[in-house]
């Protein structure tokens, strides 16, 4: 289950006032950017992919937070009965599917960190988490962007690891996957998309 477009709004609103920042305007260009490839792929719900794009980093809403955002967004999802955004909010920060290979700080108990190793090795990814996942890197706080600006924009703020590179060609496996599935280039599904190239 996932709330109405007009609830997960309401939430997000909430959750800024709550823990105000950036991250609420990235959540409403994942949103947008997954409601605008999930219209163009046949079988994808574009109102599941909005509210899941735009409830994906609800964890934000309990404070400033690396790793600990994805188990708090999956556990208040699940509270209110949204099974399909608690999954979003859990899949959403690991393109390769292992808890280690994530860039935030590990700032969770050992009984969360066990508890999303084994809910992602149980998991088979589905279009959502796929599309979650690939929106995720092409939203910024001012807008849609390229993948390459993302991830610049995060090995910048994060640091480079060992699983860097895996991440980013998921990432970008994922792209040429919406591509194959909507009949053509992601960035030109986006409104505005060549803003990010200005200086």
């Not at 163009?40 to 994906?56: I, N, Q, T, Y």
């Not at 703020?157 to 860097?164: I, N």
């Not at 280039?185 to 998309?193: A, C």
């Amino acid at each position: 289950m996932f709330p109405s477009r007009e609830a997960a709004i309401s939430e997000l609103e909430l959750a800024g006032q709550m823990n105000p920042g950036k991250w609420t305007d990235h959540s409403r260009y994942t949103a947008s950017a997954a409601e605008h490839i999930a219209a163009r792929c046949s079988g994808m719900d574009k109102e599941k992919a909005f509210v899941c794009g735009l409830l994906h980093d609800i964890g934000r809403r309990t404070g400033i937070a690396a790793m600990r955002h994805i188990i708090d967004g999956y556990d208040y999802a699940m509270s209110n009965g949204w099974d399909e955004v608690a999954r979003v909010c859990l899949t959403h920060s690991f393109p390769v599917k292992d808890v280690d290979a994530d860039i935030g700080k590990k700032d969770i108990t050992a009984g969360q960190y066990a508890f999303i190793r084994d809910y992602l090795s149980r998991l088979e990814y589905d279009n959502y988490d796929k599309l979650i996942i690939l929106c995720d890197a092409l939203a910024c706080a001012d807008g849609f962007c390229i993948l390459e600006k993302r991830f610049v924009d995060t090995a910048r703020r994060y640091g480079l690891f060992p699983f860097t590179l895996a991440r980013w060609n998921k990432t970008c496996e994922y792209k040429a996957y919406f591509e194959a599935m909507a009949g053509a280039p992601i960035y030109t599904l986006l409104p505005g998309i060549e803003k990010c190239l200005e200086w």
